[in-house]
């Protein structure tokens, strides 16, 4: 990455590359986007974190979401296997790596009209082919300072809380305000986690309203805006996870940004945030026992480890995500 960093703003004005995109910005290990933000110094920073000697896990369980909210998933099959009566093996089948608590990969979305993340070639996102696969983010995993933002409890004390059956769209504006409230700032190279309260709603929910949501595709989420990608950029963080389906609200907005360079999904921001910016988002985080420590010490910030699978060429992948506090 050159100095000084471009701006947001800087990127918007590329010529040799999509607007927008940080390609070809990462130099030591160009394919893993912003996770490089998080390097060495960033982790050393983030080793005083731990202050009570607490494992916290952000992961559901891989078959919490049943059905999935997207309905060309599944959840895995679990079979056990005996070779004799005094051994187990076991096997899954129909195991979708994004159904529940997970990490987009740089595979995951192409830029219309450009390509994947730093012009890899189609044919490149292949099974076994190790191009932008989530074994880069398994081979230097992602650690450094977690961060936990809670937009969930700043607006219930504000007496406006969020109303998950409609599926709000939430605004840089309220990481801004969150973040005031607890009197925290973001860090470069920062693992910023955002919590809204959605997972936990979605699943102790009653079921005709899960059935609804899920059949209406609605979450909520950040809305389709030029302003959240700037503010992820030129904040300089590492991982952006919520608690959300998607992180961006669904359905898009009628009034998002990205309609005219996103048509295949209707507008969404995947594709400026993953293909473009090269950024791990985190869907589907547990992130309810976090946000009760945190509320509960005041610390907002933890030693975060994420370690997706080590699967040549994967697309996306469970998070193994651990907050040590």
């Known amino acids: 990455m050159p100095q000084p ?17 940080s390609w070809h910005l990462f130099t030591e ?11 060495p110094e960033q982790i050393l920073r983030a080793t005083p974190c731990v202050r009570e000697g607490r494992a916290i896990s952000l992961d559901y ?3 919490a979401f049943d059905p999935p909210m997207s309905r060309a998933r599944g959840i895995p099959q ?21 159904a529940s608590t997970q990490v987009d990969g740089l595979r995951h979305r192409r830029a219309s009209g450009h390509g994947f993340y730093n012009g890899v070639p189609d044919d490149a996102i292949a099974p076994r082919s190790p191009r932008l696969g989530v074994q880069l983010w398994a081979e230097t995993p992602l650690v450094g300072r977690g961060l936990l933002i809670d937009i969930d409890g700043h607006l219930r004390e504000r007496g406006t809380p969020l109303d998950h059956t ?13 973040l005031a409230a607890q009197h925290c700032t973001v860090e470069d190279g920062d693992l910023v986690l955002v919590h809204t309260g959605w997972a936990h709603w979605y699943l102790t929910t009653d079921p005709d309203t899960r059935t609804e949501t899920r059949a209406a595709r609605r979450a909520t989420g950040f809305a389709q805006s030029r ?5 992820c950029w030129d904040h300089r963080i590492a991982l952006m996870a919520t608690d959300t389906f998607a992180v961006e609200v669904l359905p898009v907005l009628p009034d998002g940004d990205f309609h005219d360079s996103a048509p295949e999904d209707a507008g969404m921001m995947h594709q400026e945030l993953i293909a473009k910016l090269g950024l791990p988002l985190g869907e ?12 509960a010490t005041g610390h907002w910030d933890s030693l975060l480890t994420v370690k997706p699978l080590h699967l040549t060429g994967g697309v996306g992948s469970p998070a193994n995500a651990t907050a040590l506090r």
Request: net charge negative.
């Open 284 to 295: 589907l985080w547990n992130l309810t026992a976090l946000t009760e420590d945190c509320r």
């Open 5 to 21: 960093i471009p701006t947001y703003a800087d990127l918007l004005a590329r010529t040799d590359a999509p607007a927008g995109s």
């Open 61 to 63: 369980a891989l078959d």
């Open 78 to 98: 679990h079979h056990i296997t005996a070779k004799h009566d005094q051994a187990r093996d076991d096997s899954l089948d129909g195991f979708h790596l994004q």
């Open 29 to 39: 290990q160009p394919e893993r986007g912003m996770a490089d933000f998080a390097g």
């Open 227 to 231: 302003e959240f990608a700037a503010w």
């Open 166 to 178: 409609t599926g709000p769209a939430l605004t840089p504006a309220l990481l801004d305000e969150a």
